[in-house]
């Protein structure tokens, strides 16, 4: 089916960091890709794509395609891609406020964890998905357990995401090939590795505090031997994590795992929050990705990742919410602008992390991390994985409507909110349109919600 979104505004990516706002726009449709950008002074750079355009060169007048939609004078912008995040943790939201990462792990989340079934899973992640849809992000990074029932729920959501068996090992005496997480984690992949699908697995390795070596070891020819594959690793979270690692091998997590081969430009590298300025450099020229997540980190009082000197040295760094226990939402806009000001404020530099980086960070670099460069940017070609925002709210005027100018890419950091989503589309298919869930079961999905709620309090009350 053909589409056509008209009557709206067009976040434009020029170029790396490079944003602008057109307005009077027109958008074409075709399948599951963008075919045609237009407006009255031109037209995107790739011209229409449509196989069958009845119209070449003006085919967003409306008549090739089977579907208009009014944006009534919306923003259309790149759906945003959360890099790192645990969806099923909705069920644990606030639990273990005020603790540190390691007491948060160890006295409030892992006795909730130890109980919860599949079906609790499923049922965390659809709420999450609820959330995602209806602020903006049209792609996930998930690692949790009982990945296939996470597979399973997101596939039908529409959503894409990444989704790993989380690699686990605590054991340094154990034989990896006695420990049925290893070939579980590599089953995972081999089932569900198809790159045209939506949601596809990947490997992962929780850490280095969470894994041995001889699992490591064990896992990197798998790695090795399935190329495009993407890698998630929780990386230099907290100065403790850090000085443990290097206690035990003498090594950073950074430098650790570069020794045992795994690090690569399809690996996503969550917070990096005490990496050293070597580890950068190992980062950079691995080609490895960094995933910030500025609430958790600092939810958690874990400190602030070096992202602007990450950025200077080429790396690419992604946005994620982590999990809804050391975050509260899920909303990419609020990490946008927390991320914009908290580098900002640490460094007392109002220079650092410009509005395009920003954008940047939760748009195409979260993609190139995923290992999904044909989504994050609205262009001929690129699946159409868009969303549309409101910017009627009081909240999205100023100045530039006296100058009759378009809306500053500066208003989408630093002013947006998630509310202002009107509609969530992921591959050409509507997914959410204001207020209303159109491959989710809202109701049912509130009502599982609070089943499981009430299981795993009684499941705590056995324990």
Known sequence: MKKLIKNCSVLLRRGPTDYTVITDARVGIDGDSICCVEWPEGKLDGGCQAESCSAPGSCCGGSAYDQVIDAGGALVMPGLVNAHGHAAMTLLRCVGGGLPLQRWLEEAIFPVEAV????DVAAGTEMAMLEMLSTGTTCFSEMYDFPDADFEVIRRSGMRANVSRVGLCFDPELDPKDWPRTRECVEFVDTHRDPADRVRAEFCFHSEYLTTERFVRAIQPEIAARPGV??????????KEHEECIGRHGLTPAEYFEK?????????LAHCVWVEDSDLEIIARTGASIIHNPSSNMKLGSGFAPVAQALDMGINVALGTDGTASNDD?????????????????????????????????TVNGAKAMGRRDTGAIAPGMKADLILLDLSGPHMQGPWL???GALPPEALVYCAKGSDVLMTMVGGDVLYDRGRFLTIDRDRVYADFAASLRGIAE???ER
């Open 116 to 119: 919860l079934k599949p079906e």
């Open 402 to 404: 006296a100058e009759g």
């Open 260 to 268: 045992l081969g795994v690090l690569g430009p399809n690996c996503l």
């Open 459 to 461: 499941r705590m009350k």
């Open 230 to 239: 993407t890698l998630n690793i929780h990386l230099s979270e907290t100065a």
């Open 330 to 362: 899920l909303d990419m806009f609020e990490e946008m602008r927390l991320a914009a000001l908290i580098h900002k404020g640490e460094e007392n530099d109002p220079t650092l992390l410009s509005a395009g980086q920003l954008l940047d960070m939760a």
